[in-house]
Nanobody
Framework: VQLQAFGGGLVQPGGSLRLSCAAS????????MGWYRQAPGKQRELVAF???????NYASSVRGRFTISRDNAKNTVYLQMNSLKPEDTAVYYC????????????WGQGTLVTVSS
C-alpha cells in the first residue's frame, strides 16, 4: 500500500487545516489508518486513528479539536484540525496497519503543519 499525505501548511493560532491521506488500494485491506506527528526535538506522538469499523481514538492533546474520518470510495482518510495551537506544529505522517496501530505497516510522506502568527 502506498500512502500520500496532503494538506499541510502555515496557519495562525485558532485556525483550521484538513490533512488528507490517499491510499493506492482499498483501505478495507487494512485494519485501520491514522496519523502520527513529530515536532522538532520531540518523540513521535500518535494523533488519531480510525478502524474499518469506524471506531476512532484520539490523543488527549487533540481530542475535541481534531476529527478523523474516512471516505471508503476514495480510499482516503482525513484529519480535520480546528482550533490549532502553536504546540500542534509538527510533521504529520499518515499510516496504515493490519495488526495494531502501535506497529504501522505503511507510512506516507510527512506533511508539515506550522501554527504561528
Amino acid at each position: 500500500v502506498q500512502l500520500q499525505a496532503f494538506g499541510g501548511g502555515l496557519v495562525q493560532p485558532g485556525g483550521s487545516l484538513r490533512l488528507s491521506c490517499a491510499a493506492s488500494e482499498s483501505i478495507f485491506r487494512v485494519n485501520g489508518m491514522g496519523w502520527y506527528r513529530q515536532a522538532p526535538g520531540k518523540q513521535r506522538e500518535l494523533v488519531a486513528f480510525i478502524t474499518n469499523g469506524d471506531g476512532t481514538n484520539y490523543a488527549s492533546s487533540v481530542r475535541g479539536r481534531f476529527t478523523i474520518s474516512r471516505d471508503n470510495a476514495k480510499n482516503t482518510v482525513y484529519l480535520q484540525m480546528n482550533s490549532l495551537k502553536p504546540e500542534d506544529t509538527a510533521v504529520y505522517y499518515c499510516f496504515s496497519y493490519s495488526g495494531t496501530f502501535l506497529r504501522p505497516d505503511y507510512w506516507g510522506q510527512g506533511t508539515l503543519v506550522t501554527v504561528s502568527s
